[in-house]
């Protein structure tokens, strides 16, 4: 197998949520390994942080709120052809579905659901999405577990991974790839809100048999889907856990 495979060199990939956590984490290793990036997100001054630590040259940043739909068309617009889209932008609101009022319910599915498949439409309305492109949503081991508390963004992770096997139909005749990543608690700023809700991650991570992930194991796993080592596979979901389902 050549290491040449898992390479990003000419190819240009969106990166959302990227001014933090795990989109900073992957857009920064997409860039090591050759791609071009156009990073987006939310807040402008950690948005210039994470494109002045991007190796290489000729990235871009965009500055977007995607609960706008005007900002999400012009992000679109501005992207340009891509050869890869990553859809890290979304928001873990915790409270138990006794507790969780309309309003909960709203943003937590127009940040984790509407807003990426909306911006996938755009791009491929415009077919912005080049032949032989990827196109990779972060679910969350959510999806698959019962964890109270956490009850309307494990909804919004699972359609996520039911749109994405539907959408990787839809394309596959552009031979464009579409799959998802499930990954578990990884040491990140989400780790600090999660633990206000699980009491104790001392305790959470004594079920995990190898602990904890880090945000470069995601970003890792992204690289993968992104290159032409994934060329044959779409549809599927890559659950990383560390161990967590099967112990």
């Not at 080049?130 to 956490?150: E, H, K, M, T």
């Not at 992104?226 to 659950?239: E, H, Q, Y």
């Amino acid at each position: 197998m050549s290491v040449e495979a898992f390479r990003l060199d000419g190819r240009t990939v969106l990166v959302t949520g990227a001014s933090s956590g795990l989109g900073r984490r992957i857009a920064i290793d997409c860039a090591g390994m050759g791609a071009k990036l156009l990073v987006s997100g939310r807040d402008a001054s950690r948005l210039a942080d994470t494109l002045a630590n991007l190796p290489g040259e000729g990235h871009r940043a965009i500055e977007a709120d995607l609960l706008d739909g005007q900002a999400l068309q012009r992000l679109a617009r501005e992207a340009g052809v891509i050869n890869g889209l990553v859809h890290s932008a979304g928001i873990s609101r915790l409270a138990p579905i006794r507790m969780a009022t309309r309003e909960h319910l709203s943003e937590v599915w127009k940040i984790n659901y509407e807003a990426p498949v909306l911006l996938t439409q755009q791009l491929l309305a415009r077919n912005q999405v080049a032949p032989d492109g990827s196109i990779l949503f972060l679910s969350s081991i959510a999806a698959f577990i019962g964890v109270a508390g956490v009850g309307v963004y494990s909804g919004s992770k699972a359609a996520l991974i039911a749109t994405m096997r539907c959408l990787a139909m839809e394309v596959v005749k552009r031979r464009i790839r579409v799959n998802c990543l499930a990954p578990a608690l990884v040491e990140s700023p989400l780790l600090e809100a999660t633990e206000k809700m699980v009491m104790s991650i001392e305790t959470t991570k004594a079920d995990y048999p190898l602990g904890f992930g880090k945000a470069e194991d995601v970003a890792n796993a992204a690289v993968f889907f992104l290159s032409g080592a994934s060329r044959w596979i779409t549809g599927a979901t890559l659950v990383m856990d560390g161990g967590l389902t099967i112990s």
